[in-house]
């Protein structure tokens, strides 16, 4: 990080490589934060604001969402895939009737704002990122929403928008949304209760909340984690597509228009699957030590040589689960397989919760072909009988 985040003079606070990691108690900081009383600082997001009459006409045809209808108040996902239909972007987006705001993981936030940039061609459109904006993340309906609502940013006053409008991006991981699709099967989706937020709001602003009850990002990605929820910075490589990540829930529209990594994302979606898949594993708990992010994952069934399968992308600890992780693993990884995390000489077993089945994609309804070996052996017709 290149600023020392604002609250780090905070007793007990610890910092980590992304912000504040804590403040002297992840586990209760979990539990607080779960309940809407605790305001998490998040110094690993970063703004971007994009104004100008076609910015959302104009984000429309290079994403995977379908943002030209955003009224003021709404709140999605996007993501931006290169020409194979890999994801090189992740972005929430909340448009509030003059601006579309963009909250992006901070190492993310420069390459994204760059790319927009050189795509706007003869389009209306500016785009910049705010680091005079941060970004506090919080549950709905609790005592920290409304300590958030004091100081949100309130940017415009317009005849659309009269009274300006906290910029305040509702997740949107807790269904699928219009033009969504969903790969986990279950009839109760972790997610559901996922009622999370992100208010951006003045660095100027955030002395207001000295004395606020705040989490470190440990009880963040937990909490992130238990809801499956996918992250760039955490899950996201040179080969990811969204379909491996169970992405399509929230952050792509299978029936808009033409955009670049469309035709990817409908040959995999209809008629293929995706080659990895996200998936949930509990770890043994007895050692003390966890295994750090990009740890190989292999298939130990058997008596033959156990065979590298996949690796994880976030470890923690949470506070109902115990430690848990998510993991990218070959499609071809049964569900029942048993499972070890291999970093230096240690081994930790792990069991899965199936995120993306292995039958993910492959929803079209394509006609079998009758297979040419199969033709009916044609028949001569018969002999004219001679009593006839």
Not at 364 to 370: D, I, N, Y
Request: net charge negative.
């Amino acid at each position: 990080m290149s600023d020392r985040p604002f609250f780090a003079d905070r007793p007990g606070a610890v910092l980590g490589d992304d912000g504040i990691a804590h403040f002297g108690d992840p586990v209760r900081e979990q539990r607080r934060l779960e309940r809407g009383e605790a305001i998490a600082p998040r110094d690993d997001r970063a703004v971007i604001e994009v104004s100008g009459p076609d910015r959302l006409s104009w984000l429309d045809s290079i994403t995977s969402q379908f943002v030209a209808n955003l009224q003021p108040g709404d709140s999605t996902e996007l993501l931006v895939l290169d020409p194979h239909g890999r994801v090189e972007h992740v972005a929430a987006v909340f448009e509030d009737g003059a601006s579309v705001w963009l909250i992006a993981d901070a190492g993310d936030a420069a390459g994204l704002a760059k790319w927009l940039t050189m795509m706007r061609f003869r389009s209306q459109v500016t785009v910049a990122v705010r680091d005079d904006l941060a970004v506090l993340g919080f549950f709905e309906h609790g005592s920290a929403e409304r300590l958030v609502a004091q100081v949100a940013h309130r940017p415009h006053a317009t005849e659309r928008v009269p009274d300006g409008m906290p910029l305040v991006w509702a997740d949107p991981w807790r269904s699928v949304t219009a033009g969504g699709w969903q790969y986990a099967a279950t009839a109760s989706h972790p997610g559901a209760d996922y009622a999370w937020v992100e208010a951006i709001v003045e660095r100027a602003a955030l002395p207001q909340l000295a004395g606020a009850e705040l989490a470190g990002l440990l009880a963040v990605e937990a909490l992130r984690v238990a809801a499956w929820r996918p992250r760039w910075a955490r899950e996201i490589d040179d080969r990811a597509i969204p379909h491996e990540y169970d992405w399509l829930r929230t952050a792509v529209h299978l029936n808009k228009g033409c955009y670049r990594g469309q035709e990817t994302v409908a040959k995999v979606h209809n008629l293929g699957h995706p080659p990895r898949r996200l998936t949930l594993l509990h770890l043994d708990g007895s050692d003390s030590v966890l295994p750090e992010p990009g740890a190989l994952v292999v298939d130990a069934t058997g008596e033959g040589e156990p065979s590298e399968v996949g690796h994880v992308t976030t470890i923690v600890r949470h506070h109902e689960l115990g430690p848990v992780a998510l993991a990218v693993l070959a499609r071809r990884v049964p569900a029942d397989a048993t499972l070890e995390i291999r970093f230096g000489e240690s081994r930790v077993a792990a069991a899965q919760e199936v995120i993306v089945p292995a039958d993910a994609g492959a929803t079209a309804e394509v006609p079998r072909l009758t297979r040419l070996s199969r033709r009916p052996v044609r028949q001569e017709p018969a002999a004219p009988d001679p009593a006839v």
